[in-house]
């Protein structure tokens, strides 16, 4: 049973435009949320993350949004660039639980110039 | 700077050989974790350890083993390796009670079994 479904497995946009990506959740135990960056040939790094205490977290142009009562996370990316074509995962954990990070599937962005 | 280097980028490999996959941390990590990664499967949890000696399973354990002898280091051993392990496997680690931001990933193993 997946815990984390992102549904979409690819997004394609303009460069300039707004990305976003989606992620949806079911287990309610979850209290922090990440996304994850992934190039092709190397291994993922980490990019922003939200606590379930709050809705909105910045950091330059990455934004994540969370409705806990949707169990629905979001990650907005203004302006896209070229650059930011990869692989982005959405995650989720318990903290102080086991230390796992749940992933979902993962969607490709690619940005056209 | 944190560093978690894997010993290879890419192997091939034949059907029912011995594999390792070599993970190394020179961060102090008390939590190692061992992944691999197929397109629309997303990142999918063999193992991981909390500590030296330690192992527990992740989702994906089957065909799988590893060892954890000293703190830095955490292997991935495919004991007779099959053609559905292919795949680009992944280590990571972190410290204890981290959230998941400090988590650090190796660059991967593309892991090809013939």
């Known amino acids: 049973d997946q815990q984390v479904k992102q549904n979409s497995p690819s997004l394609s946009v303009q460069e300039g435009r707004i990305s976003i990506l989606n992620c949806d959740y079911t287990?309610?135990?979850?209290?922090?949320f990440l996304w994850y960056k992934k190039y092709p040939a190397e291994g993922p790094t980490f990019l922003i993350s939200i606590s379930s205490i709050k809705d909105k977290n910045e950091d330059g142009r990455f934004t994540v949004f969370l409705n806990k009562s949707a169990k629905h996370l979001s990650l907005h990316i203004v302006p896209s660039q070229p650059g930011d074509s990869a692989v982005y995962f959405c995650?989720?954990?318990?903290?102080?639980?086991?230390?796992?990070?749940?992933f979902g599937k993962g969607t490709k962005l690619t940005v056209n110039p | 700077d944190v560093k978690v280097t894997q010993s290879s980028r890419y192997l091939v490999k034949r059907t029912g050989e011995k594999v390792f996959l070599e993970c190394v941390q020179d961060?102090?990590?008390?939590?190692m974790f061992w992944y691999r990664q197929d397109p629309g499967l997303g990142l999918r949890l063999i193992y991981f350890?909390?500590?030296?000696?330690?192992?527990e399973k992740g989702d994906i354990p089957e065909g799988y083993s590893v060892s954890r002898e000293k703190k830095e280091r955490f292997s991935l051993i495919l004991e007779s390796a099959s053609t559905n392990q292919t795949s680009m496997y992944l280590c990571a680690s972190t410290p204890p009670s981290g959230r998941g931001d400090t988590q650090y990933f190796g660059p991967g193993t593309r892991l090809t079994v013939l």
């Open positions: 995650a989720a954990i318990t903290q102080g639980g086991s230390e796992k990070l749940v």
């Open positions: 961060m102090d990590h008390e939590n």
């Open positions: 287990n309610s135990m979850f209290d922090y």
């Open positions: 350890s909390y500590d030296v000696k330690m192992k």
